[in-house]
Structure formats: structure tokens, C-alpha cells
């Protein structure tokens, strides 16, 4: 192996790296053998090179002369590491497609293609990876949920490395897909470091929430005897530690051991992780208000504002007269809105140990509820409410609504 390239060679890895077609085409159709050829440094192969740099059409090319799509570099990464490391969509789609395993290990850390995904935020790669990961055979061999907590050298999962990397996009879907929110790596960050510890540390708000939400333990130690809100102290997230001070209120947390809200379709489910983010939220504003700390407004709440007087009467709740009914329960075809729904689901404080919740009950008519669906209101309806709920200005009546819950928990039990 030559220590440098000759011109043709270095001329060929810039018409890819460019993503320049022709000229691709063209040195190979002259010279067919540089498709072998890798760089001299990090051993980086053409298909590594158009994977990282995102050049579709010449990977494609490289993938169509049969190049393997499993090729190494001196770091052991495959081309699908590099694309999911850039967040190249269309290359990890194309890598896929030809066969790509999305269970290699590289050599710098022990990462899988899923790592590098969440490390480096690109939750859409992460759901092409996860999408792929269900009908492969890694699921049928490895099963998915063990996928989803893959671990790397140092026992980081990819749900360690999202909430590290300060990425709530990455964190919820994660979540959403069985991966377990209480567990320890080994050696990564401070060792027994949980996601919750991770992300308390690096002070990320939205991913404490999300974390909260699916019920991760304020509680939990690491291996040096400490619990999250004593790491955020320790980095000055004042914010951050205040929602994980053990003896602040208890967040919803998302009921998701329940089957009927593991088979919920899109939109219901959309509707009621809007409002329990939002009853979540509510609680925030009360403890960071006695702490002194003003939080910042969530992404994405700058939308329209349209008002929900508009809803008639025979729209609202009959629970808490105060939000449009958007969930209804099938079977017996009672309709309540998303907060009150969840106050019936939620348990505030989740038991892992425990076996599944009991049931809840319809609250009008007391039968069991087996599926919930989004309501058939006016289409018009809707749209408000999901944008209001999106203005957490213009809510008002939260604490009504969480009183409520409380009222809904008792007539539970």
C-alpha cells in the first residue's frame, strides 16, 4: 500500500466526496478498480466518503456495482455510521435498502448506527433505524427492545448518549419505543449514571420532562451514592434541579404499562401526550415560581391562537366544564377531554415492581375502558384545541383542571 495517493486516486475521492456524478462515472468506466480503493489515514472506502458527505446518487452508483454496503474504515465504522452520524437521511434510507447491518459495532466506542443517531440528534435517521430494526432479522434474532437498549463499551445506551447530548427529540422517541428509563451504564459518564443523571448534568430541560414523564426515578443513586438533583446542583442548572428536588411535586407520568394507551392510534395518543406535557408543565411554572426561576418558553408554542369560547357547550367536558371533549371511550362511546382522560390513567407515582395498573373505569358509566379513539368533533375543534394547548399562556383553569384529577383519582379508587 502506497503512503500517498496519486493524482487519478486523489481526483477520484474528490468527485465523490463533491458528489460529482459524472466524473465518478466517467474514472471508474476508465479505471474500475479504485472502487477498492480506500484513503490512506483513516482507511475510509468511496461509499464512507458519499455516506458522510450525503451524495446519493454516487453512493447509490457504488451500492448498484455491488460494492458491500458493511465496508470497515480503521475505526471499524460502517458507511450507515457515517450517515447517521451526519444525519444523512437518503443515504441511510439507500444503506438500508441494500442490506445494511444495523448490529456492527464500530472500534472507538462500541457503537451501533443507533448510537451515533441519538448522540448526534438526528431523530429522523433514529426512526428509519428503529423502523428498520422492526422488520429485520436483528429483531427476529436479537429482539427489538434489546436493540433499542444496545449498549455501547461503556455500557451507555442510546437513550444515555441522547439525554447526555441534550436531545428531547431523540429522548421521547426512544422512550416511545421501549427503551428503559432507569437504567445505569457502566463505565460511561459518572459510572451507574442513569438518562436522568445524564441529563441533569448537562442541563436540559426538555429532556428532564420528557425523562420525568415516562417515569424516571428522582431517587435513583449512581455508583458514587448520588441522586440527579445533586448533579444538577453540582453544574449550576438551578432550573433543572429544582424539578428533580425529590420533595417537589410528583410530574404525570405517561401510563404506558396500560394496553389500551400502548395501542393507541396517532392521533389520540398526540392529544394526550400534548396535554399530559401540558398538565406537566403547569406544575413546572408552580415549583420553578417558589424557587425564582422563570422558564423558558417551550419550542414550538408561537402558533396561532385561536379561542376554544368558541366551542359550543355540548362540546365540553362534563367533567370539568372547561376543555373541548377530544377522547372518546369505545365501546360505551363516553367522551372526555385529554387532561381528564389521563387524570383516570395516571398514576403519579410510577412502581416498576408492580404489576399493570388495574384497569380504569369509564367515570359516566363505569365500564371497563379497553380503547380510546380521538373524538369526531368538528374538525374546526380540533385545530383548536391542539393549538391552544400548544399556547400554555392562554390556558387558564389548569389548576381547576388538576384538582379535578385529583377528584377524578378518588372517585377511582
Not at 160 to 175: G, K, S
Not at 196 to 216: K, N, V
Not at 307 to 315: G, M, Q
Amino acid at each position: 500500500m502506497h503512503h500517498h495517493l496519486s493524482s487519478e486516486e486523489q481526483g477520484f475521492f474528490s468527485a465523490v466526496q463533491s458528489g460529482d456524478f459524472e466524473t465518478v462515472k466517467e474514472i471508474l468506466e476508465y479505471n474500475s478498480s479504485l472502487i477498492h480503493l480506500s484513503t490512506v489515514y483513516d482507511r475510509s472506502s468511496a461509499l464512507h466518503v458519499a455516506a458522510a458527505n450525503g451524495q446519493i446518487e454516487v453512493l447509490s452508483l457504488l451500492l448498484d456495482r455491488s460494492v458491500k454496503p458493511d465496508l470497515l474504515n480503521r475505526h471499524k465504522q460502517t458507511p450507515l455510521m457515517l450517515a447517521a452520524m451526519h444525519g444523512k437521511i437518503s443515504c441511510v434510507t439507500k444503506l438500508i435498502e441494500a442490506g445494511a447491518n444495523i448490529l456492527m459495532f464500530d472500534s472507538v466506542n462500541g457503537r451501533t448506527c443507533l448510537h451515533y443517531a441519538a448522540y448526534y440528534g438526528h431523530s429522523d435517521c433514529l426512526q428509519l433505524i428503529l423502523s428498520a430494526a422492526r422488520t429485520s432479522q436483528v429483531a427476529a434474532s436479537w429482539g427489538y427492545s434489546r436493540f433499542v437498549n444496545i449498549r455501547d463499551g461503556k455500557g451507555a445506551t442510546p437513550l444515555h448518549l441522547a439525554a447526555r447530548q441534550r436531545r428531547p427529540e431523540c429522548v421521547h422517541m426512544l422512550l416511545d419505543n421501549g427503551a428503559l428509563v432507569c437504567a445505569s451504564t457502566s463505565r460511561y459518564g459518572f459510572p451507574g449514571s442513569t438518562p436522568l443523571h445524564l441529563a441533569a448534568r448537562s442541563g436540559s430541560l426538555d429532556c428532564i420532562r420528557e425523562l420525568l414523564a415516562w417515569g424516571a426515578d428522582r431517587l435513583q443513586r449512581d455508583a458514587s451514592g448520588r441522586i440527579p438533583y445533586m448533579v444538577a446542583l453540582k453544574n449550576h442548572h438551578g432550573a433543572c434541579a429544582a424539578l428533580l428536588n425529590p420533595s417537589s411535586a410528583e410530574p404525570l407520568v405517561w401510563p404506558s404499562p396500560l394496553k389500551f394507551i400502548s395501542e393507541l392510534n396517532h392521533e389520540a395518543k398526540a392529544l394526550l401526550e400534548h396535554a399530559l406535557m401540558e398538565a406537566n408543565r403547569e406544575r413546572e411554572k408552580t415549583i420553578l415560581k417558589k424557587t425564582g426561576y422563570s422558564l423558558p418558553s417551550p419550542s414550538g408554542s408561537d402558533s396561532d391562537i385561536d379561542n376554544l369560547s368558541e366551542a359550543s357547550d355540548t362540546e365540553l367536558c362534563c367533567i370539568c366544564f372547561d376543555q373541548v371533549c377530544t377522547i372518546e371511550v369505545q365501546e360505551c362511546g363516553h367522551r372526555m377531554c385529554a387532561q381528564c382522560t389521563l387524570a383516570l390513567c395516571c398514576h403519579n407515582k410510577p412502581n416498576p415492581t408492580t404489576a399493570c395498573p388495574s384497569v380504569p373505569l369509564c367515570p359516566f358509566c363505569r365500564s371497563n375502558i379497553v380503547r380510546l379513539v380521538a373524538a369526531r368533533v368538528k374538525t374546526e375543534t380540533i385545530k383548536t384545541v391542539m393549538s391552544t394547548s400548544q399556547s400554555l399562556e392562554n390556558l387558564g383553569g389548569l389548576g381547576t383542571r388538576v384538582r379535578e384529577a385529583a377528584v377524578l383519582r378518588a372517585y377511582q379508587q
